[in-house]
Nanobody
Framework: QVQLLESGGGLGQAGGSLSLSCAAS????????MGWFRQAPGKEREFVAT????????YYADFVKGRFTISRDNAGNTVALQMNRLKPEDTAVYYC???????????????????WGQGTQVTVSS
């Protein structure tokens, strides 16, 4: 069992930056690929970014590529999402997710993830 707790959401301005963090507990963190997803009102949860267990590989949704950066600290059991050049359409609840894996792969399919956090609200004003 893995428990995930997101933090760092809040109100940002268009063009500005916000940083999200996800703290994991319960299992060796390095056994998991990690991902960030988001869900806006009335929309399905969508993939944002993912990182493999070692942090050597990352993958981003096209709509955040070049603006968001995912990173992880296995010693500290955390994964972060740095969000720059924010847009109003980035407004959503952001979720951290963990996928148990023994490979170096990353995962962008939400249905493959085993554990989810409760989410943190990000609101971007224009």
């Amino acid at each position: 069992q893995v428990q995930l707790l997101e933090s760092g959401g809040g109100l940002g301005q268009a063009g500005g930056s916000l940083s999200l963090s996800c703290a994991a507990s319960g299992r060796p963190f390095s056994n998991y690929a990690m991902g960030w997803f988001r869900q806006a009102p009335g929309k399905e949860r969508e993939f944002v970014a993912t990182i493999n267990w070692s942090g050597s590989d990352t993958y981003y949704a096209d709509f955040v590529k070049g603006r968001f950066t995912i990173s992880r600290d296995n010693a500290g059991n955390t994964v972060a999402l740095q969000m720059n050049r924010l847009k109003p359409e980035d407004t959503a609840v952001y979720y951290c997710a963990a996928k148990r894996t023994y490979s170096g792969a990353y995962y962008y399919n939400k249905y493959e993830y085993d554990y989810w956090g409760q989410g943190t609200q990000v609101t971007v004003s224009s």
